[in-house]
């Protein structure tokens, strides 16, 4: 099951003024609180984080946010974040801050139809995630074969994905966090 988290509306509430800009540590840091009471309440395992109705993310927001809620979840492998709506300048703080802190998520920008990962992975696990998110639910086999690669090649780079939650693993194949 998937949790929808409209960040505008916590942004509201956390502020409470009609404000759409994500900005300053301290709105990021409040964000993120109601954000994890959020996720503490339910029992849904991917919490889609929808920027839709945010104007501006900066590089402190996208920290606060983004990167600590990864870092806090960390100790639960069987949650999952996606992102969703992402503008272009937003997906660019995050991939910023994220590839700095080696961490990697999921999301969809705006005007995309299929996910891609932000943050850092390899180029194969970016080849891998590409397949799963087109294809759906695949072996190591299937993605070896899409690929044109050895199945050890795309078992390596699934394993690495699953390890960051950007896939589930379950019934010996790999997982879309999202499935249309």
Known sequence: MIQTIRLGHLLREAVTTPYRNLVTRPTGAAVRGRIERALAESGCRTALLDFSDVDLLDLSCADEIVAKLLLLSAPRPDRYVVLWGLRDDQVEAIDHVLGRQQLAVAALAAEAAVLDVLGAVDGDARAAFGC???????????????????????????????????????GGAFHPLLVA
């Open 132 to 170: 799963v998110a087109e294809r759906g639910p695949v072996s190591a086999g299937a993605v070896a074969e899409g690929l044109a690669w050895a199945e050890g090649r795309a078992r390596a780079a699934l394993d690495m994905l699953a390890a960051r939650r950007l896939v589930r693993v379950a």
